[in-house]
């Protein structure tokens, strides 16, 4: 089992950028697919980047893509999701999630069994 816990969100003025942080408990850190997921006020949560248990794969949400870069370092079990020029409607919270059973880039929510508290973003216009 692991934990997550994010943290690194808050308000930007579009064109911004921040870098959200997901730092997870355990030593088995590293055999865990990691995703961010984002969720909008009356809207369903949805995938946002990935990345597979050693970093050599990405993938991302064709609304962030060149925009988002996810990285993991598996020393320190952290994720990370850097959120360059950032639009309003990238406001949501924003939650990391592990996939222990994930071989590869994992988009699909239900793959995903281990989820942090969430991080608020907010870009304003």
């Known amino acids: 089992q692991v934990q997550l816990a994010e943290s690194g969100g808050g308000l930007v003025q579009a064109g911004g950028s921040l870098r959200l942080s997901c730092a997870a408990s355990?030593?088995?850190?590293?055999?865990?697919?990691m995703g961010w997921f984002r969720q909008a006020p009356g809207k369903e949560r949805e995938f946002v980047a990935a990345i597979s248990r050693t970093g050599t794969s990405t993938g991302y949400a064709d609304s962030v893509m060149g925009r988002f870069s996810i990285s993991r370092d598996n020393a320190k079990n952290t994720v990370a999701l850097q959120m360059n020029s950032l639009k309003p409607e990238d406001t949501a919270v924003y939650f990391c999630?592990?996939?222990?059973?994930?071989?590869?880039?994992?988009?699909?929510?239900?793959?995903?069994?281990?989820w942090g508290q969430g991080t608020q973003v907010t870009v304003s216009s």
């Open positions: 999630a592990a996939d222990r059973y994930g071989s590869g880039v994992s988009r699909k929510i239900t793959f995903y069994e281990y």
């Open positions: 355990g030593r088995t850190f590293s055999t865990y697919a």
